[in-house]
Every structure is written in structure tokens, then in C-alpha cells.
């Protein structure tokens, strides 16, 4: 089992923190530990103090971490959650056309070519930021569960709500990138 980075970070057990808590408290502890000050070079202590920093910066892994902490095994594959089924699909869907877009984006070699494909690319464009509308408002809705739900409630549920944040976060950076990469 991992060290509890909670206590490593005097936090209390919590499935959400205001933005920027965890960053000043790995701060304030840092300090003492950092190698540099130390003098001891790359220090146990100090990789342990900056792992759970990452953990407790991530929702998803926090609430694994909070659920590893309680006893209940880590989830292996985690399930798309069902009512975000058709917004799984969709994504795929939206992020098939954007890849070849952006394929043809990069096999146009001259300033002609690149503006004869403007209409397909802004079509492209289209159902991306719409799915990424209706995905962070999703991942809002989320958070704002986490915000209250209670760290001792149902592993089930908690579990639950991981594989929720993990899967809208992973479908937003995705269509962040591809949104990116057609702005080019």
C-alpha cells in the first residue's frame, strides 16, 4: 500500500480541495525536505511528499488513493459509466473525422491546398466543440458531486465517480488537443 498522502500533506480525507490547497501545503512541507536545502541530495522523503502532491492534485487518483486507504482494491478497468455512453461514442466519433482532417491538414503542402480544405476543417471543428460543451458541463456536474459527497460513502459509488472524472477528462483533453491541432 502507498504512504497516505493525506497525512503526508496534513489533509483531511476528502474527495475535493480548493484549487491551489494542495500545491501550498507540498510548499510549506517541501521546504525542509527539498534535496537542495537538505543537503542529502535526492531524499525518500522528499520523492514521497512530491508523489502525493501528484495523487492529491488529481481527483481521479484521489479518490482511488482514498479508496486503496480504506481497504477496497484498486479497480482494474474502470467502465465507461452508462449515461455517458453515447457521449463515449459520439467523441469517437467526432475524434475519427478530426484525425483525418487533420491528416489531410498535414499532407497539404502549399497555402492553396491548406485553404481548399477550410470548410471540411471548420465542419470538423463543429461537433468537437460541441461535445467538449456538454462534456465540461459533465465534468462540473461531477466535481460538484465530489465537492460533497462524503470520503466514507459506498466504494461502489466513489468508484463510480472516478471512473466518471476519469473518462469526461480524458474525452476533454482529447478534443482540446484535436481542436488544437485543426486551429493550425
Partial sequence: MNPDAFAL???PR?????????EQRFRERA?????????????????????AAAVLSDPVRRIR?????????ARTSPAVPPDLQDIGFEAAGALQAAAGRIR???????PLARALLA?????????????????????????????TTDPAADPESLGRLADRLQYLA???????????????
Fill in 65 to 73: 488513493h482514498l479508496l486503496e486507504l480504506q481497504g477496497h482494491p
Fill in 31 to 51: 521546504a525542509a525536505l527539498h534535496p537542495d536545502r537538505a543537503g542529502t541530495g535526492s531524499t525518500p522523503a522528499f520523492a514521497a511528499l512530491q508523489n
Fill in 14 to 22: 476528502s474527495l475535493w480541495f480548493e484549487p491551489g490547497l494542495v
Fill in 104 to 110: 489531410e491538414l498535414a499532407e497539404a503542402n502549399s
Fill in 170 to 184: 480524458r474525452w476533454e483533453v482529447q478534443l482540446r488537443e484535436a481542436l488544437l491541432r485543426l486551429s493550425v
Fill in 119 to 147: 470548410s471540411a476543417i471548420l465542419e470538423a471543428r463543429e461537433p468537437c466543440e460541441s461535445l467538449l460543451d456538454r462534456i465540461t458541463q459533465a465534468r462540473a456536474r461531477a466535481e460538484a458531486q465530489a465537492r
Fill in 9 to 11: 500533506l496534513d489533509l
